[in-house]
């Protein structure tokens, strides 16, 4: 099954294109330029460079969040009218288990952490595939107040590891850090765990796939609090 997968949850994101056979080829940047400029151009360059047609893609993943409400926005739309117009299956992947996904033979605690500003992060700790713990959005100290408490090497990773790392260090002993080039999120990862999704049979709705939020978007809190 020839998949592409697709992240715009932060400012890392791009493209990525797997067959059976692995990674085919994959589109990566973490530069302060918006989704809507470059994840097209991505995409297409990297179907040119394969030598492979949009028609021929089988399935599509993207990651659905937790992350930049704009950013995810701008995926999800991509990926659902592609899926729509190629009539082809579509699934859906967390910012969270696509890190984890990462580092699943680690041997550690895999804690994915994205910045959701205010001192406050997207979180959820893995031990291999399996999750431990339901998604946090809370204060950074609440997550590490957990994961001192681990007997086991905790191993961080995602935006919020690379913002929080002098604070994550001091805090909990048995951390581990990878480098910095290996604690993003890939679009690799999201099309290889969305590609055995679809291999499985689960497959999404197109236009019933929605973003991961887990919060409500600043807009949406300041007309809460007027009203």
Known sequence: ?????????????????????????????????????????????????????????????????????????????????????????????????????????SRCIVVPMIDARRSEVYAQPFYGSEALHNPWNTALDEVLEWCSRQSEPVLFCGDGAVLHQDTITQTVQQAVMPPREQRLLRSSSVAGLGRERLLAGLTSDAMALVPFYMRKSEAEMKWDAKN
């Open 1 to 105: 099954m020839l998949t592409l997968g697709i992240d715009t949850s932060t400012m890392t994101g791009g493209a990525a294109l797997l067959s059976e056979h692995g990674l085919i080829g994959e589109s990566v940047l973490n530069i302060r330029s918006t989704h809507s400029e470059r994840l097209l151009p991505a995409i297409h360059r990297l179907l040119d460079d394969a030598e492979v047609t949009m028609g021929t893609i089988q399935g599509i993943a993207v990651a659905t969040g937790p992350g930049s409400f704009t950013g995810l926005r701008i995926g999800m739309t991509t990926a659902k009218s592609m899926a729509y117009a190629l009539e082809t299956a579509v699934v859906g992947v967390t910012v969270l288990e696509a890190l984890a996904r990462q580092f699943v033979t």
